[in-house]
């Protein structure tokens, strides 16, 4: 039994009336479109309705389902207890879910959570639900801090289980839009917050889910949207498969985007592999990039594909430029994968006898010992990109206003602490963020008295 519907849907608590009391108003387009869905549901009398949520258990590298049999929830905390909610979870199939994960070492399943409480992403969809259809047990999808690629296939694996139980499923992708969309809201106005709803929603009003793939991260977060991984994943679910699109609603008069789309399957399209798209035409994106890459990052990527097939060091290779030879610098090996970091370790003065020799030891701390992530594995190396920094002479200045973001790294120095931060990086827009991130790398409180230095970098790519 595939997926009967999916259903694209925001979370503001204010919507209900007992929450708002009397602010819902301004969102009424929503609400109306909300009950509308809330219809739908009901006459598809689904068995079980799968909910995506932003606000569910979130991990950096894992996605987590919901465990046991039953959750409850309130919105006390938004000064509304007498609204609750006591829901059954369909164990067979978030099993079902967490076993296909297993097979294919993906990392889903439902370790972790610690307490059986609804989050509002939940909550607020259940009570639209609950007015009109008070059957179908819950599954309660967690996202991650994993690629996009990574959701959409997570959202294949949940289409799996549906088909292998035979559950009625519906499926309801929670996330609000842009949180910055207008000036006097509560995050402020971003440029990158209506350019994202009016994007999402073309996109979503098309039913063109290969694209949303190709949002860029960093897009996405100075949008400050918290929907978008929850649409990926239920792309994911009806990948191959062709849907019939409809818009109902989108407004920004809170400036956060609230949009609701529906979805409903039209039977096999050997046209909509949109991951399986993807991912070739990045192979072969990666393949020119290699090509041309210059001999820095050759010998980074040389450096990390050796050690991660041999374990063995790489030698100095014989045929590298003379400057690599003669030259001493500090170096950074960054490694992205699928548009997001990897792995990042230099050195911020030589420690080696060569450039060459910074860029081999560098690259196989990035690959290997960066405390953030766990090492990359042989099955990796193809999507992997590299960047290679070698850094100039840091120089001591005696203000923040010194600091140009794109020319300048900065190294940020109180006692034996010390933190750095690259030049030109997406996301930091300003010194005032980048001395920010650097000071919390290193460890270094805001009250806590500091020496700035600026480096100039020579960037390969």
């Known amino acids: 039994m595939p997926i009967l519907a999916a259903f694209m849907v925001p979370h503001p608590p204010m919507i209900v009336p007992a929450v708002g009391r009397g602010s819902e108003e301004q969102i009424r387009e929503t609400t109306e479109a909300y009950k509308r869905v809330a219809k739908e549901i009901a006459g598809l009398q689904p068995e079980t309705i799968l909910i995506i949520s932003p606000h569910a258990t979130l991990y950096a590298d894992y996605f987590h389902i919901s465990p046991g049999r039953r959750a409850k929830g309130s919105f006390a905390d938004f000064r509304a207890p007498q609204v609750k909610f006591e829901e059954e979870y369909d164990e067979e199939l978030a099993d079902c879910i967490s076993a296909i994960a297993m097979e294919t070492h993906f990392p889903a399943g439902t370790l972790g959570e610690r307490e059986k409480k609804l989050d509002h992403g939940t909550m607020v969809p259940l009570w639209f639900i609950r007015q ?79 694209e949303l793939l190709e949002f860029d991260e960093t897009f996405c977060e100075k949008a400050a949207e918290c929907g978008h991984r929850s649409f990926v994943i239920m792309a994911g679910a009806f990948d191959g498969i062709a849907v019939k699109a409809a818009r109902l609603s989108h407004q920004d008069v809170t400036g956060v985007g609230y949009g609701i789309c529906t979805f409903y399957p039209q039977g096999k399209d050997a046209g909509r592999h949109f991951l399986k798209r993807y991912l070739e035409q990045l192979q072969d994106r990666l393949a020119v990039q290699k ?171």
Not at 155 to 181: C, F, N
């Open 132 to 210: 009109q259809y008070s059957g179908g047990r819950l599954v309660r999808i967690g996202l991650s801090g994993l690629p996009l690629t990574d959701h959409y296939t997570f959202g294949q694996m949940i289409r799996e289980a549906v088909e292998r139980t035979g559950r009625r499923t519906v499926l309801v992708a929670s996330g609000d839009l842009s949180h910055k969309l207008q000036s006097y809201g509560p995050y402020g106005f971003a440029p990158e917050g209506p350019e994202y709803d009016d994007r999402i929603m073309d996109v979503c009003s098309r039913g063109a889910f290969g």
């Open 291 to 461: 090509e041309q890459a210059d001999a820095y990052v050759r010998l980074a990527r040389q450096s990390l594909e050796s050690y991660i097939r041999s374990g063995k060091t790489l030698r100095v290779p014989k045929d590298i430029p003379e400057e690599m030879l003669k030259e001493r610098a500090g170096a950074f090996v960054s490694i992205h994968k699928h548009g997001k970091l990897r792995g990042c370790i230099g050195t911020i003065a030589p420690t080696a006898e060569n450039v060459a020799q910074e860029i081999i030891r560098n690259a196989v701390s990035a690959a290997t010992r960066d405390p953030r992530f766990d090492p990359i594995t042989e099955d990796e190396l193809e999507w992997l990109e590299i960047n290679v920094d070698i850094l100039g002479k840091p120089e001591k200045i005696r203000s923040i206003d010194e600091l140009d973001v794109k020319r300048y790294g900065v190294i940020v120095t109180s006692g034996y602490k010390r933190g750095l931060l690259l030049p030109d990086l997406d996301g930091v827009d300003t010194p005032e963020q980048q001395v920010s991130i650097a000071m919390k790398k290193g460890g270094i409180g805001k009250g806590e008295k500091y020496v700035l230095e600026r480096f100039e970098v020579v960037r390969h790519i």
